[in-house]
């Protein structure tokens, strides 16, 4: 399989398209979201990133009135549709790979799973918190933040397990991480920020995919401190078009990003998310436009199971 960084360098400065993907919500139709996305495949992306969801301790309340707490995964099969999109796309699969919820023992199962399966990258993260927590908690034994899993993964790429004494077969994992063109919400300052992500880098990263951002001055600035603090590795812009007026409130409080007061305006002005979602859809080709002549490697679309506005986009861009 081909890594992130070698479709980089192959497409000789060309803008590549590429998409993330969430897995359904648990008993809902894969068929559905294969068929969703099947239209993007006209843009011909590299790769496909699937997100990696954690569990949720949920409580279920029994006839005799006993509340348990039972853990439930409510997006499983991240591995299984890395696979099917292999499959019937013949792309390079993504999987998102986590600290939340896993011991390191677990992590190195699951990387063995996408190792046996031919899959070479990986986005490593350190993952949502638990939403009834509401702060990130490491599971007992597992990782804190994303660079003590890239550190692990580097071990599994030099043939260092956690436990063998003897020297394993490598694996070949190109390692991307997560970059915030607008800072993480938990970091102190942008400085310590940048720090912590410099130090994602130094210790294996390959590449860096953003949060979303709907001002490009935000990326720009992001790229410049970046390469100012000696951070060299490709930086894709990660984008997800407006939809609908409630994201206008939403995305700002989910995602910790500024909404440029231009686009706020015109969302504002329509009656209808369809008018919405037009007005979207006209931002992102103008966004994009203006990435691709700043030279990005890749535009990266979060699709979050939707993909007309993002295919309406590509055509406006490609
Ligand atoms: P880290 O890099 O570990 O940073 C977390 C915070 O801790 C930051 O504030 C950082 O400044 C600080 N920090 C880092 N290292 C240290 C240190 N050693 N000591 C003290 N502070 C430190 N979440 C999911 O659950 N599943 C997904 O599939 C998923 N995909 C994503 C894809 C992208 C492109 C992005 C941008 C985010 C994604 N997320 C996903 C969300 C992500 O997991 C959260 O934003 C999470 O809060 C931070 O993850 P991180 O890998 O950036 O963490």
Redesign the pocket.
């Known amino acids: 399989m081909t890594k992130v960084t070698e479709h980089i360098r192959a497409a000789e400065g060309q803008t590549l398209f590429t998409i993330?993907i969430i897995p359904p919500l648990k008993g809902q139709n894969i068929q559905q979201l294969l068929d969703s996305i099947d239209p993007l495949m006209e843009f011909k992306p590299p790769f496909v990133?699937v997100?990696?969801?954690?569990e949720e301790v949920i409580d279920k309340q029994h006839p005799d009135g006993l509340i348990q707490r039972i853990p439930v995964r409510k997006r499983p099969g991240t591995v299984g549709i890395c696979a099917r999109l292999m499959e019937r796309f013949k792309v390079d699969a993504v999987p998102?790979v986590?600290?939340?919820g896993f011991t390191r023992e677990e992590t190195e199962d699951m990387l063995f799973d996408l190792h046996y399966l031919g899959i070479d990258n990986v986005?490593?993260?350190?993952?949502?918190?638990e939403k009834s927590a509401g702060v990130?908690k490491a599971k007992e034994g597992g990782h804190?933040?994303?660079?003590?899993l890239i550190c692990q993964v580097v071990d599994m790429n030099r043939g260092k397990l956690l436990h063998e004494e003897t020297e394993a077969t490598p694996t070949n994992f190109c390692i991307g991480?997560?970059?915030?063109p607008e800072k993480?919400?938990?970091?102190t300052s942008f400085d310590?920020?940048f720090d912590?992500?410099k130090?994602?880098v130094d210790a294996g990263a390959e590449y860096i995919?953003?949060?979303m951002f709907f001002d490009n001055q935000k990326y720009f600035q992001f790229v410049e401190r970046c390469r100012a603090e000696g951070i060299m590795v490709p930086i894709i812009p990660?984008l997800k078009p407006l939809s609908t007026k409630k994201q206008l409130s939403i995305l700002p409080r989910i995602f910790h990003l500024q909404m440029p007061s231009d686009l706020v305006q015109e969302a504002e002005k329509c009656e209808s998310d369809k008018d919405v979602r037009q007005v979207g859809i006209e931002w992102g080709i103008q966004q994009c436009k203006e990435l691709v002549s700043y030279g990005v490697p890749v535009l990266h679309f979060y699709t979050m199971g939707k993909s007309d506005n993002v295919l309406q986009i590509a055509r406006g861009v490609f």
Not at 177 to 180: D, E, F, H, K, L
């Open positions: 993330e990133d997100t990696y969801h954690r998102h986590i600290c939340g986005l490593v993260l350190r993952g949502d918190p990130f804190a933040y994303a660079s003590d991480v997560a970059g915030y993480h919400f938990e970091a310590s920020d912590y992500l130090r994602k995919v953003t949060q990660g």
